[in-house]
């Protein structure tokens, strides 16, 4: 605690709490060091200033991370299933070599695999700060988007997709990508839309 007199500044020991000068290192009363108000004020300033610099990034909170539904891809993977079973039967059949039946089947796995892969391959996160796009699995390429350049949030949902429960989020913004970014075939969309609108709010 600082008093402040006409010709000099007071100050208490944080000690004894008696009351010292500035111009004093050493408490008369218990002995104690004394620190300069300002000196540790200002330090303390600094401290802060640094971890806020230091930790601007992890002041940034993750809202929602969301991919393409996976419908599709485990459809893809029922229907390829059922087929090399009737592809095995009828090769069997015919009086093929079993492992032929075998090598084909496995063959139709692969295209639900390849949709799998893809779908894989693309991630949104919104943050309270921007929206991130992250395509790729090896070479990724990641774009980012400011919720401060987010004018318009649409949800767009066909029959079909509104009775499966997923649709594509809309979302219209004025960065240097300009036009508009399409969020396709989202699990519950209005959801994930009222989330990213809310973060909106805090920007316009």
Excluded at 64 to 86: D, E, H, N, S
Excluded at 110 to 118: K, S
Excluded at 189 to 199: I, K, N, Q
Aim: aromatic share 8%.
């Amino acid at each position: 605690m600082i008093a402040k007199n006409e010709d000099f500044l007071t100050m208490t020991c944080s000690g004894c709490g008696a009351y010292v000068t500035p111009s004093v290192r050493f408490c008369s009363n218990c002995g104690a060091a004394v620190n300069d108000p300002e000196a540790t004020r200002i330090a303390r300033m600094q401290s802060r200033a640094l971890d806020y610099d230091g930790g601007s990034n992890d002041l940034e909170q993750t809202v929602f991370t969301v991919r393409p539904t996976m419908i599709f891809v485990k459809a893809g993977y029922a229907l390829a299933v059922l087929a090399g079973i009737a592809l095995v039967a009828f090769m069997a059949w015919l009086g093929a070599p079993v492992w032929i039946s075998i090598l084909l089947a496995l063959a139709i796995l692969l295209i639900p695999a390849f949709y799998h892969l893809r779908r894989n391959m693309i991630k949104y996160t919104v943050t309270d700060s921007k929206l991130q796009i992250d395509k790729g699995l090896i070479a990724r390429t990641t774009k980012n988007i400011p919720l401060s350049k987010v004018q318009d949030v649409t949800v767009s949902a066909s029959i079909p997709q509104r009775l499966m429960g997923f649709g594509d989020i809309i979302i219209d913004n004025a960065s240097e990508l300009g036009g508009s970014i399409v969020m396709h075939n989202i699990r519950s969309p209005r959801h994930y839309a009222d989330l990213l609108l809310r973060e909106l709010r805090r920007w316009h």
